[in-house]
């Protein structure tokens, strides 16, 4: 079984400020992990992934994630927001291996908000 | 690029109405998905597809059912709709594990979704 926690339904920063968007998971077995976009009104898109290797791992938009095996965790980072930041991010795990490993899981998002 | 569409933006439909959703993707993936999103839950997998004319129940599956005739179509079909089927449905798209490496592993491609609301 496999499970994610983002903790902090909606983030708010101002803008330049750092962004850090938590996420921590459960699983049985190594998992492959996701970050996520959507923004308004629109489906949703990778921002980054981990799978195997560096476990700092970087995606579009200045946004990177390290893999923390020991403390089960994801956090999404970003120097310094943007406004154009503004969206939900989606945290989401599957495992590396057997034969559910075409399901994957996502945490109930975080409406990150971007101050002037 | 990689091109999941679904065919309505946004529906209105009435209590018992029969809907379909569909959800058509360009790019040859044999897995599909359908999900369905709403606010303080995150996304919740309905159904999904390994390949044509398979298809396998995910973890809110009651009230809706799914067809996958040919690979690289998925619908979505709600028999009798009902106001708590008002939601977003997010269809979705995936290389099979085996043909995936590297930067592709595991990445699904989402249409832009289907706004329903059921009245």
């Known amino acids: 079984a496999q499970s994610v926690t983002q903790l902090g339904s909606h983030v708010s920063v101002s803008e330049g400020a750092l962004v850090l968007l938590r996420c921590n998971y459960s699983?049985?077995?190594?998992?492959?992990l996701f970050w996520y976009v959507q923004y308004p009104n629109q489906g949703l898109q990778l921002l980054l992934k981990y799978t195997t290797g560096a476990t700092l791992v970087k995606g579009i938009n200045g946004f990177e994630a390290e893999f923390k095996k020991s403390e089960t965790s994801f956090h999404l980072t970003k120097p310094s927001a943007h406004m154009s930041d503004a969206a939900e991010y989606f945290c989401?795990?599957?495992?590396?291996?057997?034969?559910?490993?075409?399901?994957?899981?996502f945490g109930k998002g975080t409406l990150l908000t971007v101050n002037p | 690029d990689v091109k999941v569409t679904q065919s309505s933006r946004y529906l209105v439909k009435r209590t018992g109405e029969k809907v379909f959703l569909e959800c058509v993707q360009d790019m040859d993936h044999e897995n599909m998905f359908w999900y369905r999103q709403d606010p303080g839950l995150g996304l919740r997998l309905i159904y999904f597809s390994y390949d044509v004319k398979m298809k396998e129940k995910g973890d809110i599956p009651e009230g809706y059912s799914v067809s996958r005739e040919k690979k690289e179509r998925f619908s979505l079909i709600l028999e009798s709709a009902s106001t708590n089927q008002t939601s977003m449905y997010l269809c979705?798209?995936?290389?099979?594990?085996?043909?995936?490496?590297?930067?592709?592993?595991?990445?699904?491609?989402f249409g832009e979704g289907s706004r329903l609301t059921v009245l």
């Open positions: 699983s049985s077995v190594p998992p492959y």
């Open positions: 989401a795990v599957r495992p590396n291996s057997g034969g559910s490993n075409y399901k994957l899981t």
């Open positions: 979705a798209s995936r290389l099979r594990q085996g043909r995936t490496s590297g930067r592709a592993a595991g990445e699904l491609f």
